[in-house]
């Protein structure tokens, strides 16, 4: 996700000056005005936006050229034919295409399984005093 080292700490610098931020605004009570609350809503979700797109790119590997074939191969007819000629594209032209659709199709297959396990209450244990923003029960 980061393009240099100094992205990173730029990203780091931020969540630590929020941090800093937010313990000083529990101290003063300022965490329950509006604004506070909605700036942190907004940290928060970004933070697990970032955090599942980063799983769902990392619980899919890359493909290897035998399951890019059989991709293609299954695929030929809805995706890659000439429309006007009607002769299909080689698999070395459509390669990347063919590449992102089949990431494309994986990640999907791992977003379902992901959210159907949150459905289960057996298998998703939540953490209270986090979810309500540091309030203990």
Do not use: C
């Amino acid at each position: 996700f980061y393009e240099s080292v100094q992205q990173m700490l730029l990203e780091f610098k931020t969540i630590l000056l929020r941090d800093i931020a937010w313990n000083k605004a529990l101290a003063l009570g300022l965490d329950k005005g509006y604004g506070f609350i909605k700036q942190y809503n907004g940290v928060k979700n970004s933070f697990l936006q970032k955090e599942y797109l980063k799983f769902l790119v990392e619980s899919v590997k890359e493909p290897v050229d035998e399951e890019l074939e059989a991709y293609y191969l299954s695929h030929l007819g809805e995706f890659f034919v000439n429309k006007e000629t009607g002769e299909p594209f080689s698999l070395e032209s459509s390669k990347g295409t063919v590449r992102a659709l089949w990431l494309q199709e994986k990640q999907d297959e791992v977003k379902a399984v992901f959210f159907d396990s949150l459905k289960n209450p057996e298998k998703v244990i939540i953490n209270q005093v986090w979810l309500r923003e540091g309030e203990k029960n």
